[in-house]
């Protein structure tokens, strides 16, 4: 991917704008189609037909490629599977799993707390520099979480077991983000993103099959609800997103693309009680305030640190 002193940051702001508006909504929407999905398709099985479709579609598009590019080696798909495990296995699938017992809108809110984590990690295991609004912002995103989690008179607000397998899900993908900085990949990222779909995918089946879902399904219990959600989430979430994505880190500066860190949320929260009927409750929605303040200030905090070699590194999409 090109580094922010490559983006050619004159595209017509239309353009941008449109493309923003369809980020945010998109994968904003995504936690709902996600939560329709896995009521009758089991969670690690639906994420796998997702990727290997939405794989197979964008490797087929991207494969005329340029000329004198080189193909992909075993060096570039062996980081492909390992980022593809971390983000799309650990990621995503945990978010469809963790959709079983937890409504779409609060998974977003524990979602959005992914730059918490890859600051974090990052300081951790690769000694990041942390500046002291990105500090502030991490622990104001830790009293948005238990604000969100804590049980409250007596009984909890959540399904703990669900919030805590969510929270699992930005943990995972901040290592997979941290890895992708260092990693080898092709120079086009859509066929990275290809590739990386296609071992997620292939991975993400062989959980489904070790994990009894493959056994425990039942085609004709599926409803037309769930297909056409999935059919949503291969077309308009996997290759709609990500290709608005990819765009817009090359056109615009990363501290505005990565401002659907906390309007998604927003977006899902809305729809899940609109569509689903979720309860909107004022602790929910105070959680929900300092959870997407935390991820404001560190997105800003990171907007004014020198550019990564890899900015997609602190984004996560479902």
Do not use: K
Request: with cysteine; proline share 7%.
């Amino acid at each position: 991917m090109q580094t922010a002193s490559h983006r050619t940051l004159g595209a017509p702001g239309t353009r941008v704008a449109l493309a923003l508006g369809a980020l945010y909504v998109v994968w904003g929407s995504t936690y709902l189609a996600i939560r329709v999905a896995v009521e009758t398709i089991p969670p690690f099985m639906q994420s796998s037909i997702r990727f290997l479709i939405a794989g197979t579609i964008l490797a087929l598009v991207t494969a005329p490629g340029r000329a004198g590019e080189p193909r992909p080696g075993r060096r570039e798909w062996r980081d492909a599977a390992i980022i593809g495990g971390f983000l799309l296995v650990g990621g995503n699938g945990l978010v469809a799993l963790g959709e079983t017992t937890v409504g779409s809108g609060i998974a977003a809110l524990l979602i959005a707390t992914l730059p918490l984590w890859v600051a974090v990690l990052g300081r951790l295991f690769f000694n990041l520099h942390l500046a002291r609004s990105t500090v502030a912002g991490i622990a104001l995103g830790f009293v948005g979480v238990g604000a969100l989690v804590w049980p409250a008179g007596g009984s909890a607000p959540v399904d703990l077991v669900g919030a805590g397998i969510l929270l699992g899900s930005p943990i995972l993908w901040a290592i997979g983000s941290l890895y992708s900085a260092r990693a080898h990949l092709p120079a086009r990222p859509l066929v990275g993103v290809a590739m990386q779909m296609l071992c997620g995918g292939v991975m993400l089946g062989v959980v489904a099959t070790l994990s009894g879902e493959v056994g425990r399904f039942h085609p004709a219990a599926v409803t037309p609800a769930s297909i056409a959600a999935l059919a949503y989430l291969v077309a308009v979430g996997s290759l709609v997103g990500f290709t608005a994505y990819a765009w817009l880190l090359r056109v615009a500066p990363l501290s505005l693309v990565a401002t659907y860190a906390y309007v998604n949320p927003i977006v899902a929260v809305a729809l899940g009680a609109l569509i689903l009927g979720e309860p909107v409750t004022p602790r929910t929605l105070l959680a929900g305030v300092i959870i997407i303040l935390a991820v404001a200030i560190i997105v800003w905090a990171r907007g004014r640190e020198p550019v990564p070699p890899r900015p997609e590194e602190v984004v996560e999409a479902t």
